[in-house]
């Protein structure tokens, strides 16, 4: 069985999409409707912007999404997902490839969270950090023994986690688990703690916009970050999508399941080939590949 993953944040780079606008009239005709929609060229800045444009969320978020949504509609006959999955923000491009989600009310969603992010990351100085070497549960012991705010954000690979949190509670996280052995606590070069309690801001302001938005019952199932299991219940998928904002993201255990239930390829759709790397720390067996046209 086929399973489709998307990526999120930290796989733009400049000239991305730049061959799906010029080699096929489908994609140009969809990133036109995009700089509609967005009221801005994001067109201009994703093939010739500096890295420092591209780095800023409100860019990054659409971008990345753009790229994967368009990629895998341009496969055409090619695209045949049995199941999918998004890291992160991939998770919207995701529900666009299996049908619960439409192209232009995907990339207002996307748009809505990016500047919301943005917009909490100005209010409330945050970070996250990679941590390796060190099983699940002590990372979890080390945000529950440190004051302030600081909780495991994403589950990659085992092995490699995210923190996320306040700015000093990190820094303190980091000290503690390179005490315990980790190989790296690296905090990372990004503006706020995502998918922590200090995204709730931006979970009470996008929710309302999901709850307006129309999910369609999907082509496949969906393995969702905060669930890690298959979903084809709409209304679930709606709740999940909300959660997923202050919750972690269990892309291990996602993929875990996925293999269990039958998954024996998995293919990247977007920008990088970060996922495929992560899928196969996560299981050796598993096959991965990287989708172009």
């Known amino acids: 069985m086929k399973a489709y993953v998307f990526p999120g944040q930290g796989a733009q780079f400049s000239g991305m999409g730049l061959d799906l ?38 860019v990054t978020q ?52 990016a500047l919301a992010m943005q917009k909490a990351c100005e209010l409330q100085p945050s970070t996250m950090a990679a941590v390796l070497g060190l099983e699940d549960n002590v990372v979890e012991e080390g945000c529950e023994a440190t004051e302030g705010i600081v909780v495991a954000a994403n589950y990659n690979c085992p092995g490699q986690l995210v923190i996320s949190g306040e700015i000093d509670a990190v820094h303190e996280a980091c000290d503690w688990m390179k005490e315990k052995g980790a190989r790296r606590a690296l905090v990372l070069p990004v503006g706020g703690a995502f998918h922590s309690p200090l995204m709730e801001p931006v979970r009470e302001e996008l929710a309302a916009a999901i709850e307006e938005t129309v999910f369609n019952t999907p082509q496949c199932p969906v393995y969702q970050n905060v669930s890690t299991t298959a979903v ?48 196969k720390k996560i299981d050796r067996s598993a096959e991965t590949a990287v989708a172009s046209i």
């Open 62 to 113: 659409p971008a990345i999404f753009l790229h994967s949504v368009i990629l895998s509609k341009v496969l055409g006959d090619r695209f045949k997902p049995d199941m999918v999955a998004g890291h992160s923000l991939g998770e919207f491009s995701a529900l666009v490839a299996n049908g619960t989600l439409d192209f232009e009310d995907a990339l207002q969603l996307v748009s809505k969270r």
């Open 232 to 279: 084809t219940n709409p209304e679930e998928i709606k709740k999940n999508v909300i959660a997923q904002l202050t919750a972690p993201v269990k892309w291990t255990q996602s993929i875990q399941h996925m293999i269990k239930d039958g998954a024996t390829s998995f293919i990247e759709v977007g920008p990088g080939k970060v996922l495929s790397g992560l899928v």
């Open 21 to 58: 606008y010029e080699n096929s009239e489908m994609a140009k005709a969809l990133f036109h409707k995009a700089n509609e929609i967005l009221g801005f060229e994001i067109t201009k800045i994703m093939f010739e912007g500096t890295a420092d444009e591209l780095k800023q969320t409100k």
